[in-house]
């Protein structure tokens, strides 16, 4: 039988939880104000990328045909291989990836027969190849143009980032990985449509583009008054938060992490943190306002929490303001866990019509040097943690109350090898059913919306035969000898058979 017992703190109206950015990047260029950080580690991480020798990847370097081409191939794991596919390209190092494009109909090259590998690729030259190369349906032409179906294609996926300047404008190599990394990623980002790329392509001034980007991309009109000459228009970009699941792929992005309750939006580049109005009453600051204190390389947070290295911010009306300070404490790596050298520490935030409270509450009992999160989703109610000693569950209890309980769990688990189960057998990683699993067991969760969330443990079944599916009704789980059927939300096992 499962024992839980209790370590019950309660705390009113925390809604929402604060997710861990890892602001370490595999490049010393790249890092968490990038705009395309995320996909650049993420890429890097699965080895799809190389930088150079002095360790940056140089993200802002236009890319010619070739790099193009070895990029698209390291992604679609394609292994490169014959040479001599067109006149100028022989045995050069790019050869192989070309060549294997070639050969899967990627590439045609120009009418000269020849592939030019060494010239700058286009917006529009890229975004054929890569509708070409992932398959993408390109029957939508509206637009007029050749090349109006691929970019079409990509707008739907929202995979055409910010950064872009028009259809001639020279992609560089953060815009290729994003632009992959988006075509691949079920999210809601703020992205370019064959309109807004046709209207910013026709305008040379920097601070007139971005302008137009306000208009038509993010959908808040501005004028040029209010844009700051500081500006530095290659990281510009508006924050979204970004939450990293255990396996460092991203869950959230772009509009669907955007602040609930802020009556503004909030952009960054390396330099500031800007707040500009996104609705709301008299008291709403309807400028770009420039808030200079916080530090936007470490600026982070999801939905209204938000925190840089020294401060977690709250939202007003008329931007943000510092509550607490972090005092050398750092967020770690999911929910609205804190800590230093010594305690963990998790966040909570106190809803009241006269005067929000916010604070910092340290869980005793808690083992430091080895606590660690260990399950790979960030939406839900609860959260898996362990330390050497235990399995723990923090748990909202009530959303609409702030109630939360930071539980013990008392399963026979085998600590040492407790982890999330790689592909989660097959079901959508997004799905609300996870898998874990230790030495002895496979374990199964439901992260419902509000309903606590328990382990259910599943023997007798072959891990490396294992495979599982919701059919709308019970989640099944089997193997070649073995089919075990339970309850949709996972509490129970129905059958064996």
Known sequence: MKKIFYIVIVCFGVFFMLFSFIVEAGFDDVTGVHPYYESINNFYEQSYIDGYSDGTFKPNKTVNRAEFVKILIEYLDYYPESTNCFPDVKEDWYAPYVCTAKKMGWIEGYPDGYFHPEREINLVEASKI?????????????????FAPYINALAKKESLPPSLNGFEHFVNRGEIVEMLYRSDVIEYYYSHTY??????????????KLLKKFELVYELPASLEELSNEIDYETFDIFTPMILDAAGGQTCYGRSCVFFWSPF???????SVYCKASGGGDDVVNSLVVYSDADPETFHGYKDIIFDKDYIYSTDYSCISPIISLEGKKHLFGGRIFADDLNIYIYRHEYSYDEDK????????VDRESFEKVDAVHWAYSRLYRD???????????YQTGEYEFNIVDLEIDLDTFQHVEGNFGIDPHSRHHFYQDKNNIYCMHYGWGDFADLVTIS?????EVKAYVDGINVVLYDSSKTILLDHE???ILDVF
């Open 130 to 146: 890569i509708v070409v190369a992932l398959g993408l349906d390109f029957s939508d032409s509206t637009g007029g143009t050749w």
């Open 195 to 208: 309109l807004t790329l046709e209207q910013i392509g026709k305008i040379s001034s920097q601070k007139e």
């Open 265 to 271: 939006t909030l952009f960054r580049d390396k330099n």
């Open 358 to 365: 916010y604070f910092l509450d340290k869980i005793d009992g």
């Open 388 to 398: 050497n000693d235990n399995l723990y569950e923090l748990i909202d209890v009530n």
């Open 460 to 464: 007798g079944l072959n891990f490396d």
């Open 490 to 492: 996972a509490e129970m």
